[in-house]
């Protein structure tokens, strides 16, 4: 059974320390990297490339920390380029740095295609064959495990197939321990890698051991060529968390490796560590400060969401009926989206989802509920992006007393904002409610009209419900959407207010002509489900 799963192995390659920082918007300190680390090698990553030690200063750090790290599972692999010219390896200052860097793997891209050797580096073909394996002996010289990118191997080979394998052969002959056919421009299909790679294997007689793949996505086919090149044989494949990269990304190593575990059956990191992916894909990106996809595949949060009621009503008899695979295979779960598109089976599972029994709702109730749902939906309600008003919502008619429960009365609000002489933005809100038979009269200031009607109806409600002072607003969204009002000319406003407490967040929804009407629609929703939610505050 060992050497079963030993064949199947893929070796896992992962640079978003390196790669993935070209990407735009993507930026890292040493401790953000540092962490990232930690986690991919908690994930099972074979190989984590931390970065060009030659290139900045802090990349130089970075291996300076890591190398004293004692990683569970992970080899740390420092990144470079072959020697420049006229210049012998040993004397290169890059080199050098990789050389003394105190990490075991170095990996150096080089030129595998002519049209670079002849236009960029400006030097003979032979040369630059000569540039590899003198690069390659020097860093085997110092001890290191070598990889090495033929960067733009795919063009290469189309441009110069002879001269292409030459240049995995210098590698291979020097004793690089994989050699890497990069798809650089992304420019390739998987029909492509497959051909070219059969061809090397069959007409060249290379060991398709020693090879790897690196791909990128310009063509959107950077997985589907990793996974090609895996079918051809390759195992050792190079990817970046959620595909962050250059330009349009590198290959997404949160697709790959549960294409592998789940559909082609191999063994990439294993099935018990591929239910952490889920949670590795948002790390990163909170890290990185960047926002989660929603509709990426396996990892997203729409991968497994459920919104036309045909599909919602399938699944629930039979979630293989619209489901590939177990989304808690990769630690994801499943979704009900409610919306106007949305059937009874939406309902139901959504309720359940959120824990609310609607199982005592009469036939006539149900319909009246959806019939409710699909009107909001057309005034502009989005309660799909919006689970906190939708289950005050499912109280409403799931709770036989809900209907008498109101915790306070709005009688009027007004908002100003005034530009004062010293050109400073003011806004003061005075807001007027009724709480448990009491009028309350309460004034606020705030950094702008909807922050300052929130705090002036908290000050009125914090003495009757003190466990509001738990809550804070974490997000706000506005967004203008077509009319669909009675007049159908009137532009509508639609706002989104993210809430939390110590304990979980919520979303709310109010919309309205106004922006600061809907604002508050969506500030009471937000304190309602918070009091629903601690029992009325009790």
């Known amino acids: 059974m060992d050497n079963v799963l030993e064949q199947k ?34 994930l099972g990553i074979d190989f984590i490339e931390g970065g060009f030690p030659a290139s900045n200063p802090k990349d130089k750090k970075f291996f300076e920390s890591a190398s004293k790290k004692k ?35 170095a990996a150096i891209f080089g030129k595998s295609w002519d049209l670079h050797v002849d236009s960029i580096l400006k030097i003979s073909l032979e040369e630059n064959l000569d540039i590899i394996s003198d690069s390659v002996e020097f860093l085997k010289s110092c001890g290191k495990k070598v990889f090495f990118d033929a960067e733009h191997f795919f063009d290469g080979f189309k441009n110069n197939e002879d001269y292409a394998v030459k240049t995995l052969n210098a590698a291979i002959s020097a004793g690089a321990d994989k050699a890497v056919l990069c798809d650089t421009n992304g420019g390739c299909l998987p029909d492509d890698i497959s051909k070219i790679i ?62 592998l575990e789940l559909k082609a059956g191999f063994n990439a990191i294993g099935k018990e560590k591929l239910k952490n992916l889920l949670k590795v894909s948002r790390l990163i990106d909170e890290i990185s400060n960047n926002t989660s996809a929603k509709n990426m595949p396996y990892v997203g949060e729409s991968a497994f969401a459920h919104k036309a009621g045909l599909h919602a009503n399938a699944v629930l008899k039979n979630p293989s009926s619209y489901e590939h695979t177990d989304p808690a295979f990769v630690g994801n779960a499943r979704r009900f989206l409610i919306s106007d598109l949305s059937g009874k089976s939406n309902i139901t599972a959504k309720a359940k989802e959120l824990g609310i029994d609607i199982g005592n709702l009469s036939e006539s109730q149900e319909s009246e509920l959806l019939n409710k749902i699909k009107e909001l939906e057309n005034l502009g309600f989005n309660f799909e992006s919006a689970d906190g008003s939708f289950k005050i919502l499912l109280n409403k008619y799931s709770s036989k007393d809900y209907g008498n429960k109101e915790y306070f009365k709005l009688l009027s609000f007004r908002v100003n904002i005034e530009k004062t002489s010293d050109k400073n933005i003011f806004s003061e809100a005075v807001v007027m409610i009724e709480v448990k038979g009491k009028t309350e009269h309460t004034v ?29 607003l974490t997000d706000f969204k506005v967004r203008v959407i077509s009319g669909k009002a009675k007049t159908g000319t009137a532009s509508l406003v639609r706002v989104l207010i993210e809430s939390s407490d110590k304990e979980e967040k919520w979303t709310t929804i109010g919309v309205s002509e106004n922006i600061i009407e809907a604002s508050y629609i969506a500030l009471a929703d937000g304190i309602i489900y918070k009091l629903d939610k601690d029992k009325g505050g009790k």
Do not use: W
Not at 13 to 40: C, H, N, P, V, W
Not at 228 to 255: D, P, W
């Open 9 to 42: 192995k893929i070796e896992i390659y992962d640079t978003t320390l390196r790669d993935g920082t070209q990407g735009e918007g993507f930026s890292l300190s040493i401790d953000d990297k540092l962490m990232i680390a930690d986690i991919l090698d908690e």
């Open 71 to 105: 990683l569970k599972h992970s080899k740390l692999t420092a990144f470079g380029s072959t020697r420049k010219k006229n210049v012998r390896a040993k004397d290169d200052a890059g080199l050098i740095v990789l050389g003394e860097t105190g990490v075991n793997y």
């Open 198 to 259: 059969n061809k090397l294997k069959v007409k060249y007689k290379i060991d398709i051991g020693r090879l790897g793949i690196h791909t990128h996505n310009d063509t959107d086919c950077a997985v589907a060529n990793s996974i090609a090149a895996v079918l051809e044989g390759i195992k050792h494949v190079q990817g970046t968390i959620n595909g962050y990269g250059e330009r349009t990304g590198n290959a997404n190593l949160s697709s790959i490796i549960p294409n």
């Open 444 to 472: 606020a200031v705030g950094d702008g009209p909807v922050n300052a009607l929130d705090n002036a109806l908290r000050k009125a409600l914090a003495k009757f419900y003190p466990v509001l002072d738990e809550m804070k």
